[in-house]
């Protein structure tokens, strides 16, 4: 019963500690997958923020490269504009399969695209300008309100993308770091529960395997006691020929022999001799004689 009461308290923290590595295991998987996760869409959204920046950078390329033509003629510069419009078309469609997962930067972008369209054909007309009626005249179709406020336009709508994914970006920032601490936590305090049931568990073990050495030296004590106290002990059994006369006692060699011979020989007892009052009383007058012989003497 000690034994069984003994296993249990011994198991109990062994197997609540192995129980609770597995949970924290499990959490663990669970919160790396989160943490994992977090940093993908952390990625993800400076990505999309390097890529508005792109955009923008071509799209004030491309108007200087309008400016330019129109202002000096170029084709050159002509070449750069087409170029760059070509890279911010495709950066554009780049932005909208990176925010596909986000409807409010999709409709965003789609009042970018309807302004950069207009960007786009507000410089075609200043290019047409440059064609039909030359520099002068372009420059004065490309410095009018109207072509100010076409790129504008597209730069306010772009900037208003760009600072949604900025905020975006501190939200899963936040949420990463978030899980980065959540994850150390939760490691650092199962590992101490853990070393906490281990401790109580090696504890329990040396205490109980002190009691049982206790009880082992004990057990030899006795033995040995017990041991000693039958050596010391010699017993008779068995049948014991005795003459009913004579009371003598055949011994295993076949001698008959005294009573008092027989046990010293076959135990550690000794005899002393006196009278019962039974044989005082009937063997008395012989007593008084032999003692009054004994006087005379």
């Not at 923290?13 to 994992?36: H, R």
């Not at 002068?136 to 179709?141: D, I, K, N």
Request: net charge neutral; hydrophobic share 40%.
């Amino acid at each position: 019963m000690k034994d069984k009461h003994f296993n249990l308290l011994r198991w109990t923290p062994v197997a609540a500690s192995v129980a609770l590595m597995v949970m924290i295991a499990v959490v663990s998987v669970a919160t790396v997958s989160e943490l994992k996760k977090a940093t993908y869409w952390r990625e993800h959204t400076f990505q999309v923020i390097l890529d508005a920046q792109a955009f923008e950078d071509k799209l004030i390329d491309a108007q200087s490269s309008v400016r330019g033509y129109a202002g000096k003629g170029q084709s050159d510069l002509l070449i750069e504009y087409k170029n760059d419009t070509n890279i911010d078309l495709q950066e554009l469609s780049q932005l909208a399969e990176l925010t596909r997962d986000n409807p409010e930067q999709q409709k965003r972008l789609q009042d970018l695209a309807v302004a950069v369209k207009a960007v786009f054909a507000y410089d075609n007309k200043v290019i047409g300008v440059y064609a039909r009626q030359g520099p002068e005249a372009a420059l004065q179709t490309n410095a009018t309100l109207e072509s100010k406020d076409t790129a504008d336009r597209a730069i306010n709508d772009l900037e208003k993308f760009t600072d949604e994914e900025k905020a975006l970006l501190k939200t899963r920032d936040a949420t990463e770091q978030k899980n980065y601490h959540h994850a150390a936590h939760l490691l650092i305090l199962g590992s101490m529960l853990v070393a906490g049931l281990l401790v109580l568990a090696n504890y329990i073990a040396t205490r109980e395997m002190a009691r049982r050495r206790r009880a082992e030296i004990e057990q030899r004590e006795l033995i040995d006691k017990l041991q000693t106290a039958l050596a010391e002990v010699k017993t008779l059994s068995g049948l014991i020929p005795i003459c009913g006369w004579c009371k003598n006692v055949r011994s295993d060699t076949g001698y008959w022999q005294s009573v008092e011979h027989y046990v010293r020989a076959h135990t550690d007892a000794t005899f002393t001799h006196g009278i019962c009052p039974t044989c005082q009383e009937k063997f008395k007058a012989d007593i008084v004689k032999a003692n009054s012989g004994a006087v005379l003497s």
